[in-house]
């Protein structure tokens, strides 16, 4: 499958980030973030059918080809949101939209959130808030992620004999999708190592979280967005078994038949999706 993308590497003051561009120079600035433990070919369906954009789909921190992030460092929510400020500035963007599937429509939310005059539009796939939690489990969340920082010094990354191999563990991973969106995102993936291939991502990404917003908190951002927002819901994904947070979000909400990756899984589904965010950014 080939799209028409260009690669380029963000050097930011603090990590080094890899990133396709896709539209033209003039079109609305758009910084696109994948999912957990994905790329930016997360996007390589998508983004092409989407009309004079100017996406910048990055690999974040710890995925596909960019930096992970240094020894003693973290990959919370807000580090990330953090990254896609620094990127926003080295671009020279002052106010841009995101575009956000899944752990990258949550950091989009939070972005968004924290500093509303900068982002003009955010189009959000299957994705809004972090999981949460109740503040009286803060102390046992802590230990836990403690003890499995400790423990990751003894496991080592699945070495897969052939690239088929891992795309096919990749179809079965926490999330299942398509052959064709393993594909897409093994190709940026993977790199070969003694034995076969591995997967590029930092394996500090599987660790447990040390702590996990109240419900009240992660609202808090929703509550404070003032640009238009456009959210899909797809129908076979995560956030259609959630109707009570999504009756309570004051944005466009649409819901698309389809999987979690429903943008990548197959040309049906990122048609959907792109006649929905084309639709969203036509208005003026």
Known sequence: MSRAVEEVRLRLPHIELAAHLFGPEDGQPVIALHGWLDNANSFSRLAPKLKGLRIVALDMAGHGHSDHRPIGAGYSQWDYVHDVLRVAEQL?????????????????????????????????????????????????????ALQAQLNLLDKRKPIYSDMDSAVEARMKG??????????????????????????????????????????????????????????????????AHHPELLAQLPFTVTPLPGGHHLHLNDEKGANAVADCFNRFYAVP
């Open 92 to 144: 020279g963007w002052q106010r841009f939209s995101l575009l956000g599937h899944s752990m990258g429509a949550i950091v989009s939310v939070m972005l968004a959130g924290a500093l509303p005059e900068r982002v003009t539009r955010l189009a959000l796939i299957d994705g809004v808030i972090p999981p949460t939690g109740e503040g009286s489990g803060a102390a046992e969340r802590l230990g836990m």
């Open 174 to 239: 926490v999330v299942a999708v398509s052959r064709e969106a393993a594909e897409l995102l093994a190709q940026r993936g993977l790199m070969p190592v003694p034995g076969g291939y591995t997967w590029r991502t930092d394996s500090r990404l599987t660790l447990h979280s040390p702590q996990r917003l109240t419900q009240e908190q992660a609202m808090s951002f929703v509550k404070r967005i003032s640009c238009p927002t456009q959210l899909v819901v797809a129908q076979g994904g995560m956030l």
